[in-house]
């Protein structure tokens, strides 16, 4: 059984995408060595690990998200010598490795489905989800794909459809198939051999699919969705119950190839996600825990969503652990999507200190620590295929992957000697990471503090979890583990809001921003934006 102080209890665990990070070579995208060259800063930050977004064998229709080989280093990122080497330098430094895993599908260059195309009769023939048309021709049934249009594509070797639920370069895998776990588990063990910590499972609500192909229902807020996907209900396509006893499987495996404490983290997309975040990793061989969309997926901030949220998370014990992300390389940064005013330091201070209070471990993506605004792509710049598709209304995900800026002065801001893959958005260098680290007021030197006081403090990183009731405009928990007790409080609006803890004489003040009193009491009343964490007196 897991360990109540395994290692990702509470940690804080910073998200590289590859591609952004650092280049190394000059060919515009970022590599591993990239990532070795800047651990030094990662181990900086006090943060306990780092989550590696995908860097395998890959023709990069998705950007890594469509793997074909899952037991090799895309060669624009490196070589298998290189990952060894980031392995040893990370764990050197204390930092503990988590790579994604993505088993909900493959490229379709990937030999798996190519064998699969060959015959219908093959073995590997349902590996994949394949159906045959209807009468008239047309897919087997109403299902769409999360990024547009049909969830179906005709093959015409097999004469038959196959399933992908993102582009038509990623085939869905057929989860149902035994021999399918076990090829994904081979792989799993593999990179657990050489050394990694933990898997994020990418999407993986989405890797069971209802065998009799039922037709999804329509939306029940149909006139409110702003893309073809949103106006079905995902019946048949999300969230299917087998999906339970794969993670079972594959959950069992890697801890006894890891050992105990591995690390093992769903993606659970979805409006409501939180009945399979709870199902996949509360129990025994359940994953150590899950995360969704609940703020990834959030246009605005408020008290509110931050309340219903957690509040799934209430008590310890007799629960799964959810993971918690703020800004990740799917969605626009947190800075610019969950921004209130125009003064950027504030809200970049605020979204710093909430990583401190949630139960579970947290995701900081990279750049988030400066505090970096979502970029401005140019429709001539984009190479996401989402926002591609559904420009001018969305730009995609390319103003989330723009490159770091590591300083100010340097050509594409340290980032690359060449063309960038993406452009640097005008916005970032003057917050580069050069400039930031010899500023002791920076956002950058803030997160530190905040992600140190997480660290040290036993009831922030593994207490008992209370959301507490406050104003409408008031987040506000408490932290308990002994005698420790903490609270975190969070002003979610742009107005002056009167509230304190009760009883506030109790309480110090440990860290804050965004007011000006220093006092070692609560304040009466909380500025906009203003956040503080308070300790019990002992």
């Known amino acids: 059984m897991t360990s109540d102080k395994a290692w990702w209890r ?30 030094d800063y990662i181990a900086g930050l006090g943060v306990d690990g780092i989550w590696l977004s995908p860097f395998f064998t890959s023709p990069m229709a998705d950007f890594g998200y469509d793997v074909a080989d899952y ?6 990122f490196g070589t298998l010598a290189d990952f060894d080497a980031l392995i040893t330098r990370a764990h050197a430094l204390g930092l503990k490795v988590i790579i994604d895993q993505v088993y909900c599908h493959t490229s379709n260059r990937h030999a798996w489905f190519q064998e699969s195309q060959q015959s219908k009769s093959g073995a590997r ?17 109403n299902w769409l794909s999360l990024f547009g249009g049909p969830a179906w594509s005709w093959d015409g070797r097999r ?14 895998l057929n989860l149902h198939n035994p021999d399918v776990i076990d090829a994904l588990i081979d792989t799993g063990r593999f990179w657990i051999e050489r050394g990694v910590d933990g898997f994020r499972l990418d999407a993986l609500n989405v890797g069971m699919h209802d065998e009799q192909l039922r037709d999804n229902p329509p939306a029940n807020d149909i006139g409110t969705a702003t893309k073809p996907y949103d106006m079905q209900e995902p019946v048949y396509t999300l969230s299917q119950g087998d999906m339970r006893s794969v993670v079972g499987k594959v959950s069992d495996a890697f801890r006894k190839a890891g050992g105990e404490d591995f690390f093992t983290v769903a993606e659970v997309v979805g409006k409501d996600p939180h009945a399979a975040m709870a199902d996949y990793t509360d129990g025994e061989n359940t994953l150590s825990a899950a995360y969704s969309f609940d703020f990834i997926g959030a246009e605005d901030a408020s008290a509110a969503l931050l309340k219903s949220a957690c509040a799934h998370w209430e008590s310890s014990k007799g629960r799964g652990s959810p993971a918690w992300a703020l800004s990740n390389h799917d969605c626009r940064r947190i800075a610019t999507r969950w921004r209130i005013g125009n003064d950027h330091n504030a809200n970049a201070r605020l979204f710093a200190l909430l990583h401190a209070a949630f139960r579970g471990p947290t995701f900081i993506y990279q750049g988030e620590e400066l505090g970096l605004p979502h970029a401005d792509i140019a429709f001539d710049d984009l190479v996401d295929p989402e926002g591609i598709a559904n420009w001018p209304a969305s730009q995609g995900r390319d103003g989330a992957r723009t490159p770091m800026p590591w300083r100010i002065s340097e ?29 002791a007021n920076s956002t950058l030197s803030f997160f530190k503090e905040v992600i140190a006081l997480r660290r040290n403090s036993k009831a922030l990183r593994y207490g008992a979890f209370e959301v507490l009731k406050s104003p409408d405009a008031i987040f506000a928990v408490r932290r308990t583990l002994g005698d420790e007790e903490w609270v ?22 440990i860290v804050h921003t965004n007011y000006a009193r220093t006092g070692v009491h609560p304040p009466e009343f909380l500025n906009p934006l203003a956040a503080y964490i308070v300790r019990r007196k002992r």
């Open 10 to 39: 509470g940690a804080t665990i910073y998200q590289i995408y590859p591609r952004s990070f650092c280049d190394t070579n000059g060919d515009g995208v970022g590599d591993l060595p990239g990532v070795i060259s800047k651990l």
């Open 411 to 439: 050509r594409n801001a340290g980032f690359s000697n060449g063309t960038p893959w993406l452009p640097v958005d005008d916005k970032h260098p003057p917050l580069a990471a050069d400039i930031q680290e010899t500023d």
């Open 488 to 509: 975190c409080v969070y002003n979610i609006c742009s107005e002056n809001v009167a509230w304190q803890p009760e009883p506030f004489a109790d309480y110090e003040i």
């Open 125 to 141: 023939a349902d590996w994949y989800v394949w159906a045959n048309a209807k009468a008239d021709g047309s897919p087997p049934n």
């Open 159 to 172: 004469r038959q459809y196959y399933l992908h639920h993102f582009l038509k370069e990623q085939p869905t």
């Open 71 to 76: 037991l090799n280093v895309d060669p624009i």
